[in-house]
C-alpha cells in the first residue's frame, strides 16, 4: 500500500515479486516454463504493481532487480540480456497497456 509519501513499501513490492521469482527459478532450471507462461507471470507482476500506485521506474528497477538476483548468476551474458530485453519489453508493455 502507498504510504505517506505516495510510494509502496518494498516489503509490497517483494510479496509481489513471488510467482515472478518462482517463474524465473522455473526458466533458469531448465526451461520448465513456455515463454508464454514466464511473460504471463511478468505482466501479473506489473498489473499489481501498477495498482498499487508503483512507478513505472521502479516496476522496472524491481523486474531488473529479480533478474539480477535469480537468472544472472545461471545464465551466459548473451542468454541472460536476451531474457532481461524481453522481461523490460513486456513489463513497459503491460504498464502502459502496449
Excluded at 7 to 31: F, K, M, N, P
Excluded at 44 to 57: H, M
Amino acid at each position: 500500500m502507498p504510504d505517506q509519501h505516495g510510494t509502496v513499501s518494498q516489503r509490497a513490492l517483494a510479496s509481489l515479486a513471488v510467482s515472478l521469482e518462482r517463474a524465473l527459478d522455473a526458466e533458469i532450471t531448465g526451461g520448465a516454463l513456455t515463454q508464454e507462461e514466464l511473460r504471463r507471470a511478468v505482466r501479473s507482476f506489473v498489473a499489481r504493481a501498477k495498482a498499487l500506485g508503483v512507478p513505472p521506474q521502479e516496476v522496472i528497477v524491481a523486474l531488473k532487480d529479480q533478474l539480477r538476483c535469480r537468472a544472472m548468476p545461471h545464465l551466459s551474458q548473451h542468454d541472460y540480456t536476451a531474457l532481461a530485453d524481453h522481461v523490460v519489453r513486456w513489463g513497459i508493455d503491460e504498464y502502459y497497456g502496449g
